[in-house]
């Protein structure tokens, strides 16, 4: 069994700052792609920000400059440290794995964390 657990979010002001983590634990051989996507009311869930294995980082156009997805292997843990932010960043995030599991080795099989909540708002 597997287990993603995310914590950080909460109510901040416009140009404040916070930083998001979320760790996975169970039967894990293996980690893949880390990712972070939100879910704005009403909206569609979009894609935030990834980081590779290797620690390549892609990032969608609206949080470019302010957010910075990282990963540490050791803990199966991804952060997001999101900086400047503005009301549109209010949202529902997700953190979203790519696991390798013990019991059924060579699948990468996608696993989502219960979302956290970040409201940007004065």
């Keep these: 069994q597997v287990q993603l657990v995310e914590s950080g979010g909460g ?6 700052s916070l930083r ?3 760790a996975a634990s169970g039967s894990i051989f293996s980690v893949d ?6 879910q704005a009311p009403g909206k569609q869930r979009v894609l935030v920000a990834t980081i590779t294995s290797g620690g390549k980082t892609t990032y969608a156009d ?3 400059g302010r957010f910075t997805v990282s990963r540490d ?11 400047s932010l503005k009301p549109e960043d209010t949202a529902v995030y997700y953190c979203n794995f790519g696991l390798e599991l013990i019991a ?10 219960q979302g ?3 409201t940007v708002s004065s």
């Design 11 to 16: 109510l901040v002001q416009p140009g404040g």
């Design 20 to 22: 998001l983590s979320c």
């Design 33 to 38: 792609a880390m990712g972070w996507y939100r």
């Design 62 to 64: 609206s949080v470019k």
């Design 73 to 83: 292997n050791a803990k199966n843990t991804v952060y997001l440290q999101m900086n």
């Design 104 to 113: 059924i080795p060579n699948h990468v099989y996608d696993f989502w964390g």
């Design 116 to 118: 956290t909540q970040v």
